[in-house]
């Protein structure tokens, strides 16, 4: 068996962990999307949207209640790893660093998938904006990955600290601009056409690889212990 | 688990903290740094005689534009200063020396120093030019979320303690956080679209006079000296913290300073 085809079945089978775990006792992913919801809702009373302001500003919206309920519930991803005592155990395992982090961030893409599944028909029904289709579900892919792979890698960094909800934010908001601009710029595009927008999705695209592929290179310093 | 940062393999540790040592340096070490802060002083005077008196008041901008002589130069070592921290997390990565995680540490507290003066610094000098105290350029947008990036890196520093796991996650930011400054410049240009406004400080050093250029080249050489001398300093302060809590763990939890021993 080739050394891919291994590290392809170790990262399945730490999915499969994880997503067991989760659905058998944390439900994390209920609070996630319930407090994204919530988020839109309350964005919905701030700004007063009407007609000609809703298109600008609503997707802004969107993409600060992910970003909102990304830090909240990624927080978790080697919480219970480190309550149980069984981050030892996954690290002793023969198993590369960077597989591990691969199955941490598939983990919670699919964590995100299920609240954006809650949030975006929400987001569309309650704004009043026809715009569910491929080229949004494009857009709020590219968007996921950036923010979960900073969210995973920042949710180790954090923890080596004794204030991992307070640090997760500060870490992690300043670094996402990047994605939270490109992000919310495609959507709008989608509301509004623009003429001469740059090509977000390609650059959301760009931003991902660089964010994947350096976090996966530095996972393995934060975690030995 | 968590043990203190200092590195039993580093020679240049342990109880001794002025280790006399010989060799053609020796002078150097002895006096190397009153010689840089005695020249940083004379510089800073020299600094403040030109950008006020030397060099001629811009025809445009009029008086406002002698900040930039310590404008620019702040920016260039809060730059100068997160490329070093990015340098130093890559090799107290790869060598695990904590010399290196000192070195990262102390000059992450000058680039937030300096960042936080340039903002300050570009704010006076925007509510002078443009008439307001902020604006949307991408160098500025640039600037603030830099700050937010370090002031983070120093409170995980922080919050983390000087534990070996604390310096790892740390140096991890030091080095995503300076790959994403390129990210989040471009990011923000293109955010308003390409403007031409949003260059308004290219042209005024482009076609400087010579006096002018003498005097903000005189500054930049300055400030780099002034970001040595600070660097000689907070180093040492790093690692005579450490060093200081090592002792401290010794006496209180056992001869070899392991706090997870107790």
Redesign the interface.
């Known amino acids: 068996m080739s050394s891919f085809q291994t590290g392809w079945q170790q990262l399945w089978s730490i999915v499969g962990k994880d997503l067991r775990s989760e659905l058998r006792a944390r439900h994390v992913w209920v609070a996630m999307a319930l407090f994204s919801a919530l988020v839109l809702v309350v964005f919905y009373f701030a700004f007063d949207l009407r007609v000609e302001n809703r298109g600008p500003v609503a997707p802004g919206a969107l993409w600060i209640a992910f970003v909102f309920a990304s830090v909240l519930g990624l927080g978790r991803t080697f919480a219970s790893e480190q309550e149980h005592g069984s981050m030892d155990r996954l690290l002793l395992c023969p198993v590369d660093r960077q597989v591990i982090f691969l199955a941490k961030l598939i983990g919670n893409l699919i964590f995100l998938g299920v609240v954006e599944v809650v949030a975006v028909p929400l987001f569309a029904a309650i704004y009043n904006l026809p715009i569910l289709g491929g080229a949004l579900v494009v857009i709020v892919v590219l968007g996921t990955v950036g923010i979960a792979t900073m969210c995973t890698i920042f949710a180790a960094v954090a923890s080596t600290t004794g204030a991992r909800e307070i640090m997760l934010p500060l870490l992690v908001f300043p670094l996402l601009i990047p994605v939270v601009i490109g992000a919310v710029r495609a959507t709008q595009s989608l509301v509004v056409p623009v003429v001469n927008d740059p090509p977000w999705p390609g650059l959301l695209a760009a931003f991902d690889i660089i964010f994947v592929t350096i976090s996966a290179l530095v996972f393995q310093y934060v975690v030995e212990d | ?1 968590k043990t203190l940062t200092s590195h039993p393999a580093a020679p240049d540790e342990g109880i001794a903290l002025h280790p006399q040592r010989g060799g053609w340096l020796q002078p150097i070490r002895q006096y190397g740094e009153y010689v840089l802060g005695g020249l940083t002083a004379l510089g800073m005077m020299l600094t403040i005689w030109a950008a006020f008196l030397y060099a001629p008041t811009d025809a445009v901008q009029g008086d406002v534009q002698r900040i930039m002589y310590f404008h620019v130069p702040m920016a260039w070592l809060a730059y100068l200063s997160f490329f070093i921290v990015f340098v130093a997390s890559i090799v107290y ?1 790869l060598r695990r020396d904590s010399r290196w995680d000192w070195a990262a540490r102390a000059s992450a507290e000058i680039g937030v120093v300096f960042t936080t003066l340039v903002l300050i610094s570009g704010s006076i000098w925007g509510k002078a030019f443009w008439g307001t105290w902020w604006d949307g350029e991408p160098r500025l947008t640039t600037t603030l ?1 830099l700050w ?2 370090y ?2 890196y120093l ?2 520093r922080f ?3 000087r ?1 070996e ?2 310096a ?6 030091g ?3 300076f ?2 400054v390129p ?2 410049h ?3 240009t ?2 308003r ?1 390409l403007h031409p406004d949003g260059y308004v400080l290219q042209g005024t050093s482009s076609n400087m006079p010579m006096p002018a250029f003498l005097a903000l080249m005189l500054a930049l050489v300055t400030f780099t000296l002034l970001y040595a001398f600070l660097m000689l300093q907070l180093y040492r302060l790093e690692r005579y913290t450490t060093e200081a809590q090592r002792l401290r763990a010794i006496v209180e939890y056992g001869d070899d300073g392991d706090i997870s021993a107790s």
């Open positions: 688990m990565l979320v937010f990036i002031v983070a409170l995980l919050y983390g303690g534990t796991g604390s790892r996650g740390a140096a991890v930011l080095i995503i956080g790959v994403d990210i989040v471009f990011a923000v293109w955010w679209g």
